[in-house]
């Protein structure tokens, strides 16, 4: 069979959504910068490209990949729009390397592109005709799972689920801007982010090549004078700290088969072991990886024991921490670079940012398998199984 393998990888460093670096960049402007950068890492001939694969999420709807593909000069390439909200950016990479392995096509590039201080609102008329704001629903509004309130679909109801206390959830918060910020000290990010020079509202500008979201300083006692999301749920836990960020960011990575990759001396980084989705109960949406996981290693004929390390998103700290505990991880080997809570959650770029952190992580330990899975609003959720090569 053959194989979708990647060859290269990249990045922007995420910035804080409304009042960080890349405020002045919309989605378009961050797909414009991370795509060429992608494919010249590559070194691969543009018009061997099949297609441009993009997620958008909250930019109104049309197919950026397309537009990005005119701007950079790749017109020959259609380009396509994904969108499954927090996995977005992992099914457009799954997209790709599923063209890839049918032998339909043999380069594409693929990720997301995210720019929450540019989001884009709807509008639609009300029952006497005045026009409001309208954004659409991820799930049909029930009590036990409000559309637009994800502190409970997602954060609250999973740890009420698993017997998650407020300090449980607050400890991962602890840990995970900890390995962040052990990261980025560390150098880690350097090589899978693409440095810019952006214009602040100011009007200076600045080299902006550093994650801005992780905190320094975090630690328990702090944490415990926050006051909670939903004061009114019962034994709440959600927090403004231990919930992801609003950011702004755009990844990619270029996948190949590994015919052509050989054919044309390319190294690959790594390759496409296996992907899964999974549908769950919208009120029980932060469990979704949970299902997800065991699927995607069952396609790729693995055990959870094969696995040297997992990042699982934090939309909210409960979610990782129900993973370990239902399907029994060690904690030790999740979100070992930071997550969503920490390094913040781009929303249709987070997949493929997870990827690329994922490939580098494992290349710099020398090992071979990791995990990267997310639920999504609505009750969704994803995973996929990436192998070193």
Known sequence: MTDAVVVSTARTAIGRARKGSLVGLDAFALAEAVVPAVVERAGVPVS????LVLAESYQGGGVIARHTAVRIGLTDVSGLATNRHCASGLSAV??????IRAGMEKVVVAGGTESL????????????????IWMSPPNPDTPE???FDMPITVGENTAREMGLTRRDVDEWTVYTQERALASIDAGAFVDEIIPLDVTLPDGTTKRFDT?????????????AELPVIRPDYPNPTVTAANSAGLNDAAAAVTLTSDDYAAANGLAPLARIRSWATAGID??????APTLAIPKALDRAGLTLSDIALFEINEAFCSVPVAAIRKLGLDPAIVNVNGSGASLGHPIAATGARMIVTMIGELRRRG???GVVSMCAGGGM????VIEIV
Request: charged fraction near 25%.
């Open 145 to 147: 799972a409000p559309s």
């Open 117 to 132: 201080s540019n989001q884009i609102l709807g509008s639609r008329r009300d029952a006497d005709g005045n026009q409001k």
């Open 367 to 369: 090992a071979s398998l």
């Open 48 to 51: 061997d490209i099949d297609d």
């Open 282 to 287: 919208p009120a029980l949406t932060g469990l």
């Open 381 to 384: 959720g994803a995973a996929m």
């Open 94 to 99: 799954a997209i790709a390397a599923a063209g």
């Open 211 to 223: 994650d801005e979201h992780p905190r320094r300083g975090t630690t328990l006692e702090r944490l």
